[in-house]
């Protein structure tokens, strides 16, 4: 046997059976990985009350569709785990997901909804819904599973339970208030109802009235990302050591205005990519150190209480594409006044420079903005002529 032949002996004999029958064992496997859990027929019902509590009310608006409308116990059916929306566990069949997000639901949620029987949900997905002004119900509480909660622009009213607080697996929670600004919902313990929701990565909680200082405890919720408390009626001092948090990304808390604060030296290798503190009281001076944010793509501080120095090591901020420094008290605006053409600069799409009382020379920034959509030098000092180069660049709006 020469080796050519060893070989092929070797793979015929021993190596093509191994093959083949792994293939032949994997196949099956394969298929019924694909099938679908077969649905709890308590669950089943529950799902159908609930689509049944409800009237559907379309919107004529993208995205919007009646999710339920396809849930039927009939033929072939009554698997609800194949039911638009429904997502189960691909073992034990329970219902572990339900997303009806614009799914043109109209009525009440009330404390003895059949939802509050789905006790393996994980994920509760809600928003952009009209739940006709109801509370959201205490029962919301006994789901102890939920990671992902979504009640966002629902038309939830009132105050949010409490027992929220025991979702403490809680990754996700979005609350907003409605499309229409009222604060419709509000909370009278901010501080506790987050307390122990130690394992969120994102916090929505936008107009939603608090009347509350920001909660010391959010600084500990290590793996927290995204922070939007806009509109709330903050007060205090905003607690310095948020951003700090090791991952957080965003952190949006404008529209508050007696929420009072200012911004830490920052260090290197920070995340943060979007800071919103827009129309609030956060004062002081913009930190040298705000140069390391090397991930910050959007900067808002407009009307905001800022003084002295724009530093110059906003130009070494190369992701920044939205920087919006309107309203405030600087008096050293040497960074957009004297640029030269020479200087790296980061390329903004939208720069909000209204207001600045010594703004009084034409920002030198903008030479070399090429992708500049949106310029605000409303109420700026400005005197003199618009100089040539500005004419050459491309759609400006916003200009005096
Ligand atoms: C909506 O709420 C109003 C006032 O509470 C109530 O009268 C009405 O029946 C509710 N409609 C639905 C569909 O639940
Ligand atoms: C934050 O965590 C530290 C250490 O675990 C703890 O001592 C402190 O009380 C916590 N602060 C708040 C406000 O929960
Ligand atoms: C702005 O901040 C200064 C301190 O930096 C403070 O004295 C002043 O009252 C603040 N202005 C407003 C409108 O709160
Ligand atoms: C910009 O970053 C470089 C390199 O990290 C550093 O040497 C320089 O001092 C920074 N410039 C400013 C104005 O902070
Ligand atoms: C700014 O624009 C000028 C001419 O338009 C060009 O020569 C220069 O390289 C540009 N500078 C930067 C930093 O892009
Ligand atoms: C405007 O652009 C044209 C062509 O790109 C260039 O020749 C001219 O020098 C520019 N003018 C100014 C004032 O930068």
């Not at 080796?3 to 496997?29: D, E, G, K, N, W």
Request: aromatic share 12%; proline share 4%.
């Amino acid at each position: 046997m020469d080796i050519y032949s060893y070989h092929h002996f070797i793979f015929m004999r021993l190596l093509f059976p191994l093959i083949a029958c792994l293939l032949l064992c994997l196949l099956p496997l394969s298929l019924s990985y694909n099938q679908l859990p077969l649905c709890h027929q308590e669950e089943r019902v529950a799902l159908m009350q609930f689509k049944d509590s409800f009237i559907i009310k379309n919107y004529p608006l993208y995205g919007y569709y009646p999710k339920v409308a396809s849930w039927r116990i009939d033929g072939n059916n009554t698997n609800c785990c194949a039911w638009d929306g429904v997502e189960c566990n691909q073992d034990t069949g329970h219902v572990i997901a339900l997303n009806l997000s614009m799914s043109c639901l109209f009525g009440s949620i009330t404390s003895n909804s059949s939802l509050f029987r789905l006790l393996h949900l994980q994920n509760l997905t809600l928003s952009y819904n009209d739940f006709n002004h109801s509370q959201i119900p205490s029962e919301i509480g006994n789901l102890s599973s939920l990671t992902h909660l979504d009640l966002v622009y629902s038309y939830f009213s009132g105050q949010i339970p409490s027992e929220i607080q025991y979702l403490s697996k809680l990754s996700y929670l979005w609350l907003s208030s409605s499309f229409d600004g009222y604060n419709d919902l509000y909370t009278e313990s901010l501080t506790s109802l987050v307390q122990n929701l130690t394992n969120l990565e994102t916090l929505v909680f936008n107009g939603i009235n608090t009347s509350s200082t920001v909660p010391e405890s959010l600084a500990n919720i290590s793996s927290l990302q995204t922070l939007y408390l806009v509109n709330c009626g903050l007060y205090g001092q905003f607690p310095t050591k948020i951003f700090h948090l090791p991952h957080l990304q965003e952190l949006y808390v404008s529209a508050n205005e007696d929420l009072t604060g200012h911004l830490p030296e920052f260090h290197t290798n920070s995340p943060l990519e979007s800071l919103f503190l827009a129309s609030t009281n956060f004062s002081g001076n913009l930190p040298v150190s705000i140069g390391n944010l090397n991930s910050l793509t959007t900067l808002s501080i407009s009307n905001c209480n800022f003084s002295g120095t724009i530093p110059n090591s906003f130009s070494n901020l190369t992701q920044l594409t939205y920087l919006d420094l309107s309203q405030n008290s600087f008096n050293d605006l040497s960074w957009l006044t004297r640029a030269s053409s020479n200087d790296i600069l980061p390329q903004f799409y939208f720069l909000g420079l209204a207001h600045l009382k010594y703004l009084t020379k034409f920002p030198d920034i903008l030479r070399n903005q090429s992708k500049l959509f949106s310029l605000d030098l409303e109420g700026s000092n400005l005197q003199g002529l618009i100089p040539k180069w500005m004419h050459n660049d491309t759609s400006h709006n916003g200009m005096p």
